[in-house]
Protein backbone atom coordinates (compact mmCIF):
# COMPACT_ATOMS: atom_id res chain seq x y z
CA UNK A 1 0.00 0.00 0.00
CA UNK A 2 0.94 3.37 -0.59
CA UNK A 3 1.72 6.33 1.58
CA UNK A 4 -1.31 7.67 -0.13
CA UNK A 5 -3.53 5.00 0.24
CA UNK A 6 -2.89 4.66 3.81
CA UNK A 7 -3.00 8.20 4.73
CA UNK A 8 -7.15 8.31 2.56
CA UNK A 9 -7.72 4.86 4.82
CA UNK A 10 -6.86 6.84 8.07
CA UNK A 11 -8.57 10.20 6.85
CA UNK A 12 -11.56 7.36 6.18
CA UNK A 13 -11.26 6.28 9.02
CA UNK A 14 -11.67 9.14 10.58
CA UNK A 15 -14.86 10.78 8.48
CA UNK A 16 -16.50 7.05 9.22
CA UNK A 17 -15.78 5.46 12.88
CA UNK A 18 -16.23 1.95 12.84
CA UNK A 19 -15.64 1.36 9.56
CA UNK A 20 -14.30 -2.25 8.70
CA UNK A 21 -10.58 -1.41 8.17
CA UNK A 22 -10.34 -4.33 4.96
CA UNK A 23 -13.34 -2.05 3.43
CA UNK A 24 -11.76 1.05 3.80
CA UNK A 25 -8.26 -0.17 2.70
CA UNK A 26 -9.89 -1.83 -0.57
CA UNK A 27 -11.97 1.35 -1.51
CA UNK A 28 -9.29 3.33 -0.45
CA UNK A 29 -6.34 1.51 -2.79
CA UNK A 30 -9.31 1.41 -5.86
CA UNK A 31 -9.84 5.42 -5.45
CA UNK A 32 -6.10 6.37 -5.44
CA UNK A 33 -5.11 3.87 -8.66
CA UNK A 34 -8.07 5.19 -10.84
CA UNK A 35 -7.26 9.09 -9.58
CA UNK A 36 -3.68 8.22 -10.66
CA UNK A 37 -4.73 6.38 -13.88
CA UNK A 38 -7.02 9.23 -14.92
CA UNK A 39 -4.34 11.71 -14.17
CA UNK A 40 -1.23 9.74 -16.23
CA UNK A 41 -3.69 9.45 -19.29
CA UNK A 42 -4.78 12.92 -19.13
CA UNK A 43 -8.85 12.08 -19.46
CA UNK A 44 -9.76 15.06 -17.26
CA UNK A 45 -10.86 18.00 -19.06
CA UNK A 46 -10.40 20.25 -16.35
CA UNK A 47 -7.39 22.13 -14.30
CA UNK A 48 -8.70 20.39 -11.15
CA UNK A 49 -5.35 19.11 -9.13
CA UNK A 50 -4.69 15.75 -7.97
CA UNK A 51 -4.83 15.46 -4.57
CA UNK A 52 -8.45 17.75 -5.04
CA UNK A 53 -9.51 15.30 -7.44
CA UNK A 54 -8.97 12.30 -4.76
CA UNK A 55 -10.25 14.04 -1.67
CA UNK A 56 -13.31 15.16 -3.31
CA UNK A 57 -13.70 11.72 -5.05
CA UNK A 58 -13.73 10.10 -1.27
CA UNK A 59 -15.96 12.64 0.41
CA UNK A 60 -18.67 11.51 -2.58
CA UNK A 61 -18.16 8.52 -2.11
CA UNK A 62 -18.54 8.54 1.81
CA UNK A 63 -21.69 11.26 0.93
CA UNK A 64 -23.18 8.99 -1.65
CA UNK A 65 -23.85 5.66 -0.64
CA UNK A 66 -21.19 5.65 3.00
CA UNK A 67 -19.08 2.95 1.05
CA UNK A 68 -21.73 0.46 1.41
CA UNK A 69 -21.46 -2.65 -0.22
CA UNK A 70 -25.28 -3.16 -0.91
CA UNK A 71 -24.76 0.22 -2.86
CA UNK A 72 -21.45 -0.60 -4.68
CA UNK A 73 -23.13 -3.91 -6.30
CA UNK A 74 -26.47 -2.30 -6.56
CA UNK A 75 -28.35 -4.05 -4.49
CA UNK A 76 -29.74 -1.07 -3.09
CA UNK A 77 -29.87 2.29 -5.82
CA UNK A 78 -31.20 5.78 -5.73
CA UNK A 79 -33.51 7.79 -7.22
CA UNK A 80 -35.66 5.20 -8.21
CA UNK A 81 -32.70 2.99 -9.39
CA UNK A 82 -31.49 5.73 -11.70
CA UNK A 83 -28.22 6.66 -9.89
CA UNK A 84 -26.27 3.53 -8.69
CA UNK A 85 -22.95 2.94 -7.55
CA UNK A 86 -20.48 4.66 -4.24
CA UNK A 87 -20.80 7.79 -6.28
CA UNK A 88 -24.51 7.61 -6.92
CA UNK A 89 -24.06 8.16 -10.91
CA UNK A 90 -27.17 9.00 -12.38
CA UNK A 91 -28.30 7.28 -15.45
CA UNK A 92 -27.39 9.26 -18.82
CA UNK A 93 -24.12 10.56 -20.36
CA UNK A 94 -22.75 10.32 -17.21
CA UNK A 95 -22.44 6.46 -17.44
CA UNK A 96 -20.05 7.04 -20.31
CA UNK A 97 -21.54 3.82 -22.43
CA UNK A 98 -20.82 1.52 -19.42
CA UNK A 99 -24.33 -0.82 -18.68
CA UNK A 100 -25.81 -0.87 -15.58
CA UNK A 101 -24.28 -4.50 -14.84
CA UNK A 102 -20.71 -3.33 -15.93
CA UNK A 103 -20.79 -0.42 -13.31
CA UNK A 104 -22.18 -2.53 -10.86
CA UNK A 105 -19.61 -4.89 -11.27
CA UNK A 106 -16.65 -3.04 -10.88
CA UNK A 107 -15.61 -0.32 -8.00
CA UNK A 108 -13.38 0.92 -10.15
CA UNK A 109 -15.62 2.24 -12.84
CA UNK A 110 -17.75 3.83 -10.35
CA UNK A 111 -15.23 5.71 -8.48
CA UNK A 112 -13.89 6.58 -12.45
CA UNK A 113 -17.69 7.83 -13.27
CA UNK A 114 -17.89 9.60 -10.13
CA UNK A 115 -14.33 11.45 -10.77
CA UNK A 116 -15.55 12.84 -14.48
CA UNK A 117 -18.90 14.06 -12.69
CA UNK A 118 -16.34 16.18 -10.49
CA UNK A 119 -14.19 17.31 -13.39
CA UNK A 120 -17.58 18.31 -15.43
CA UNK A 121 -18.22 20.32 -11.92
CA UNK A 122 -15.28 21.70 -11.67
CA UNK A 123 -14.93 22.95 -14.99
CA UNK A 124 -18.54 24.91 -14.70
CA UNK A 125 -17.69 27.03 -11.35
CA UNK A 126 -13.96 26.35 -9.71
CA UNK A 127 -15.95 26.71 -6.59
CA UNK A 128 -14.95 23.61 -4.33
CA UNK A 129 -18.22 24.07 -2.64
CA UNK A 130 -20.10 24.61 -5.78
CA UNK A 131 -18.66 20.87 -7.24
CA UNK A 132 -20.60 19.78 -4.54
CA UNK A 133 -23.78 21.41 -5.62
CA UNK A 134 -23.08 20.62 -9.21
CA UNK A 135 -22.46 16.79 -8.21
CA UNK A 136 -25.33 16.41 -6.20
CA UNK A 137 -27.91 18.94 -8.20
CA UNK A 138 -26.70 19.25 -10.91
CA UNK A 139 -26.56 22.81 -10.48
CA UNK A 140 -23.36 24.62 -8.74
CA UNK A 141 -26.00 27.47 -7.33
CA UNK A 142 -28.21 24.94 -5.81
CA UNK A 143 -27.54 23.78 -1.95
CA UNK A 144 -28.71 20.76 -0.20
CA UNK A 145 -27.71 19.67 2.98
CA UNK A 146 -26.12 16.45 0.81
CA UNK A 147 -23.56 19.24 -0.33
CA UNK A 148 -22.84 20.68 2.44
CA UNK A 149 -22.17 17.29 4.22
CA UNK A 150 -20.17 16.28 1.06
CA UNK A 151 -18.41 19.00 1.55
CA UNK A 152 -17.72 19.36 4.53
CA UNK A 153 -16.34 15.29 4.69
CA UNK A 154 -14.02 16.72 1.71
CA UNK A 155 -12.32 18.89 3.92
CA UNK A 156 -11.72 17.10 6.82
CA UNK A 157 -10.61 14.00 4.43
CA UNK A 158 -8.42 16.46 2.65
CA UNK A 159 -7.36 18.20 5.99
CA UNK A 160 -6.56 14.40 7.14
CA UNK A 161 -4.41 13.25 4.22
CA UNK A 162 -2.18 15.70 4.05
CA UNK A 163 -1.43 15.47 7.64
CA UNK A 164 -0.67 12.06 7.75
CA UNK A 165 1.10 12.00 4.21
CA UNK A 166 3.03 15.14 5.72
CA UNK A 167 3.79 14.25 9.23
CA UNK A 168 6.14 11.13 10.27
CA UNK A 169 3.03 9.39 11.74
CA UNK A 170 2.84 7.10 8.52
CA UNK A 171 7.26 6.60 8.18
CA UNK A 172 6.68 5.16 11.14
CA UNK A 173 4.07 3.08 11.02
CA UNK A 174 5.19 -0.94 10.54
CA UNK A 175 2.89 -3.99 10.44
CA UNK A 176 3.48 -6.49 12.52
CA UNK A 177 2.52 -10.40 12.10
CA UNK A 178 -0.83 -10.26 12.72
CA UNK A 179 -0.94 -7.08 10.02
CA UNK A 180 -1.86 -4.60 12.79
CA UNK A 181 -0.53 -1.14 11.96
CA UNK A 182 1.34 0.74 14.66
CA UNK A 183 2.79 4.02 15.45
CA UNK A 184 4.91 5.20 17.88
CA UNK A 185 2.08 8.13 18.54
CA UNK A 186 -1.59 7.03 19.67
CA UNK A 187 -2.73 7.21 16.51
CA UNK A 188 -4.30 4.14 14.83
CA UNK A 189 -3.76 2.28 11.70
CA UNK A 190 -4.91 -0.92 11.68
CA UNK A 191 -4.82 -2.38 8.13
Request: glycine residues 8%; charged residues 25%; contains cysteine.
Amino acid sequence: MTNLAIALVLALQAAMPGTNQDRLKVVSEDMVSVVNEEFRNATLKSDIQESEALAMLAAVAVGESGLRKDIENCKTTGDGGRSVGLGQVMIGPNWKGYTRKQICGDRKIQFRLSLHVIDLCWARTHSTSGVFRCYTAGDPRKDSYSARHEYSTYNGIKHNVYVYTSSQKLQTCYFDSKKKCTTSSSMSCEM
